[in-house]
């Protein structure tokens, strides 16, 4: 069995890879070496049949997309390496800073700060009604949200809705209070002398049904 | 026969009288509550003119409601067509129905911090549902819901958590 250094020098030397002087020391192995030396014939030979049967030279299939990917690779790893010293020094900035005496206490002094203002922010907006969140099933009209300070108030504002005809008359009731029906799913409602004057269900489309009617 | 029309008559006449007679002992206040909620319907327009002579009160915990609803829409004169004081029930659906055109339910979610209420609204233009929200609402901060145009107004919704 060869040594893998007696391999490597074997193909060095039939592929022409040896200076002067290493190829005349192999040469002197070969001599000493009847094994080595066979095995040295049989591979010239056989390298000697592939350069005669092979070409010298193989065009690239290809080639002009072999080179675009290759451009390409080369493009992406230029990047990376740019990405990579553009964060390295920032982290370690960072860590730099992490490791200032005067560090703990400019953060303590931040997170006091930062809890001031989230207390006065969650103080001030916690005392005024809000809408979460809004849909309107007609997909001409826009529902817009937002708090009026001026007027104190939370506004949606409903846009493009189809106008009440003006000949319409549009009448208010004035109820006090009402009483639910579980068993009826039904809501009936008394003005401020007790009268019942509304009774409000549901259809069997789950509409409200306003009794009586207007 | 007799029989027949004497029963009818007797059930017309009950319910005739239980139509007319003050309403019974408050059945909903057995019903487990989260709030009070006080509703209206106001018209706002620029020509006085326009207005219904309605003389509905502003509700008490809602100072200078005119002048905080001109600051949102942009008309001169409003006027409270109706108004509704509701219970926001826990468990069942609420309805505040200040006028047959224009009403809302309420479905509460619960309690929100500062005293307000979570709640899931639906305004209602007769049978047809105009928007669907999530909202929080707390006492002393309004809701304005800007609705439908009217002759040459507008019709708003004012929802109004409160304080008792």
């Given at each position: 069995?060869?040594?893998?250094?007696?391999?490597?020098?074997?193909?060095?030397?039939?592929?022409?890879?040896?200076?002067?002087?290493?190829?005349?020391?192999?040469?002197?192995?070969?001599?000493?070496?009847?094994?080595?030396?066979?095995?040295?014939?049989?591979?010239?030979?056989l390298?000697a049949s592939?350069?005669?049967?092979?070409?010298?030279?193989?065009?690239?299939?290809?080639?002009?997309?072999?080179?675009?990917?290759?451009?390409?690779?080369?493009?992406?790893?230029?990047?990376?390496?740019?990405?990579?010293?553009?964060?390295?020094?920032?982290?370690g900035?960072?860590?730099?800073?992490?490791?200032?005496?005067?560090?703990?206490?400019?953060?303590?002094?931040?997170?006091?700060?930062?809890?001031?203002?989230?207390?006065?922010?969650?103080?001030?907006?916690?005392?005024?009604?809000?809408?979460?969140?809004?849909?309107?099933?007609?997909?001409?009209?826009?529902?817009?949200?937002?708090?009026?300070?001026?007027?104190?108030?939370?506004?949606?504002?409903?846009?493009?809705?189809?106008?009440?005809?003006?000949?319409?008359?549009?009448?208010?009731?004035?109820?006090?209070?009402?009483?639910?029906?579980?068993?009826?799913a039904?809501?009936?409602?008394?003005?401020?002398?007790?009268?019942?004057?509304?009774?409000?269900?549901?259809?069997?489309?789950?509409?409200?049904?306003?009794?009586?009617?207007? | 026969?007799?029989?027949?029309?004497?029963?009818?008559a007797?059930?017309?006449?009950?319910?005739?009288?239980?139509?007319?007679?003050?309403?019974?002992?408050?059945?909903?206040?057995?019903?487990?509550?989260?709030?009070?909620?006080?509703?209206?319907?106001?018209?706002?327009?620029?020509?006085?003119?326009?207005?219904?002579?309605?003389?509905?009160?502003?509700?008490?915990?809602?100072?200078?409601?005119?002048?905080?609803?001109?600051?949102v829409?942009?008309?001169?004169?409003?006027?409270?067509?109706?108004?509704?004081?509701?219970?926001?029930?826990?468990?069942?659906?609420?309805?505040?129905?200040?006028?047959?055109?224009?009403?809302?339910?309420?479905?509460?979610?619960?309690?929100?911090?500062?005293?307000g209420?979570?709640?899931?609204?639906?305004?209602?233009?007769?049978?047809?549902?105009?928007?669907?929200?999530?909202?929080?609402?707390?006492?002393?901060?309004?809701?304005?819901?800007?609705?439908?145009p009217?002759k040459?107004?507008?019709?708003?919704?004012?929802?109004?958590?409160e304080?008792?």
């Amino acid at each position: 069995m060869k040594h893998p250094s007696e391999e490597h020098d074997l193909i060095r030397w039939i592929d022409g890879e040896m200076n002067e002087t290493e190829r005349t020391t192999f040469e002197e192995r070969l001599k000493l070496d009847p094994v080595l030396a066979t095995e040295a014939r049989q591979m010239r030979a056989l390298s000697a049949s592939l350069r005669v049967h092979l070409p010298a030279e193989m065009k690239v299939p290809h080639a002009d997309y072999f080179n675009t990917q290759i451009g390409v690779r080369i493009s992406q790893m230029a990047q990376d390496d740019a990405r990579a010293k553009q964060t390295s020094p920032g982290f370690g900035a960072i860590l730099q800073w992490f490791r200032q005496p005067w560090f703990a206490l400019a953060g303590a002094a931040a997170l006091a700060v930062l809890g001031f203002f989230l207390v006065n922010t969650a103080s001030g907006g916690a005392s005024e009604s809000m809408i979460l969140s809004s849909y309107t099933p007609n997909t001409n009209v826009q529902a817009r949200t937002y708090h009026d300070d001026g007027a104190e108030a939370t506004v949606l504002m409903l846009d493009g809705l189809d106008a009440v005809p003006a000949e319409r008359k549009v009448s208010g009731i004035n109820i006090q209070r009402s009483e639910v029906e579980p068993e009826l799913a039904s809501t009936t409602m008394y003005d401020t002398k007790g009268i019942a004057v509304l009774m409000i269900s549901r259809d069997a489309l789950g509409n409200p049904m306003l009794t009586p009617r207007g | 026969m007799k029989a027949i029309l004497s029963a009818l008559a007797l059930f017309f006449c009950t319910t005739l009288a239980f139509a007319q007679a003050p309403a019974p002992p408050d059945a909903a206040s057995k019903l487990a509550i989260d709030g009070h909620v006080w509703g209206a319907l106001i018209f706002a327009t620029n020509d006085a003119s326009q207005l219904t002579g309605a003389k509905e009160p502003i509700h008490a915990e809602l100072p200078k409601l005119n002048e905080r609803l001109a600051k949102v829409f942009p008309f001169k004169h409003f006027g409270i067509l109706g108004q509704h004081r509701q219970d926001i029930l826990r468990e069942y659906e609420s309805w505040v129905v200040p006028s047959r055109e224009l009403f809302m339910k309420i479905d509460s979610k619960g309690p929100a911090d500062n005293g307000g209420v979570n709640l899931h609204l639906q305004v209602w233009r007769e049978q047809q549902v105009l928007v669907k929200s999530d909202a929080v609402l707390r006492k002393g901060s309004p809701l304005f819901i800007g609705g439908p145009p009217w002759k040459e107004g507008r019709l708003i919704f004012v929802l109004f958590l409160e304080r008792k």
